[in-house]
């Protein structure tokens, strides 16, 4: 089993639609939990950064972790065709420790 | 912000040859760099984690005399991947971690490599 768990999709949206993506994972020593945002043959970029559980807002997106489900969520509103990427989650205990990955969603935003 | 820039973007070398990454920070001190390898549609895979002035710590699977990293400073880590193989074809991507500690990753925009 994976120690972070995403669907790699793709998921297929049209534009304006409210976007859903979910990462589940077993470590429950994770405290740290990141969502990235990344275009085709581009690094990718950091869109979210929480800490413990809770939910935490910019913009257009939200980010929602329950330590208790070991479940973290990243939700778009008012989708936009720019907003096609893959969405990669990744978590971390702390300290220095390394980032763990899902594998990444791809979204696709259609006009 | 926080900037990591990433030197080169895209790089062809002939087998044999080695070839130089570069990451550097740009606006932050950064005491941990990490070194990705990513194949098409998959996610990012760790290749080693490297701190200012100290050995860099390779995943299990990855030769580390054959992919060199250097953490001089901390602006700045590279990585070399000396006798270099069609099969080190890849997207390489550094990130980048501020000197402090419980923070996020920032990453460069990746180099492509093509070995032929």
């Known amino acids: 089993q994976k120690e972070v768990e995403q669907d790699p999709g793709p998921l297929s949206v049209p534009e304006g639609a409210i976007v859903s993506l979910n990462c589940t994972y077993s470590?429950?020593?994770?405290?740290?939990f990141m969502w990235y945002r990344q275009y085709s043959r581009k690094g990718p970029e950091l869109l979210m950064y929480t800490y413990s559980s809770g939910n935490k807002e910019d913009g257009r997106f939200t980010a929602q972790v329950d330590k208790s489900s070991k479940y973290i969520s990243l939700f778009i509103r008012d989708s936009q065709p720019s907003d096609s990427a893959t969405y990669l989650c990744?978590?971390?205990?702390?300290?220095?420790?390394?980032?763990?990955f899902g594998t990444g969603t791809r979204l696709l935003v259609s006009p | 912000g926080a900037v990591v820039s990433q030197h080169p973007s895209r790089v062809i070398c002939k087998s044999g040859t080695s070839v130089k990454i570069e990451c550097r920070s740009l606006?932050?001190?950064?005491?941990?760099m990490f070194w990705y390898r990513q194949f098409p549609k998959q996610s990012l895979m760790l290749m080693a984690t490297?701190?200012?002035?100290?050995?860099?710590?390779?995943e299990q699977g990855v030769e580390k005399d054959k992919f060199l990293i250097n953490h001089a400073s901390l602006t700045l880590s590279t990585l070399t991947v000396t006798s270099a193989h069609p099969e080190d074809s890849s997207f390489y991507i550094c990130?980048?971690?501020?000197?402090?500690?419980?923070?996020?990753?920032?990453f460069g925009q990746g180099t492509r490599l093509t070995v032929v």
């Open positions: 606006d932050f001190q950064a005491t941990t």
């Open positions: 470590n429950s020593a994770f405290q740290y």
């Open positions: 990744a978590m971390t205990t702390g300290g220095f420790q390394k980032l763990v």
């Open positions: 990130s980048a971690r501020k000197r402090t500690v419980n923070t996020e990753a920032f």
């Open positions: 490297s701190n200012e002035g100290s050995k860099a710590t390779y």
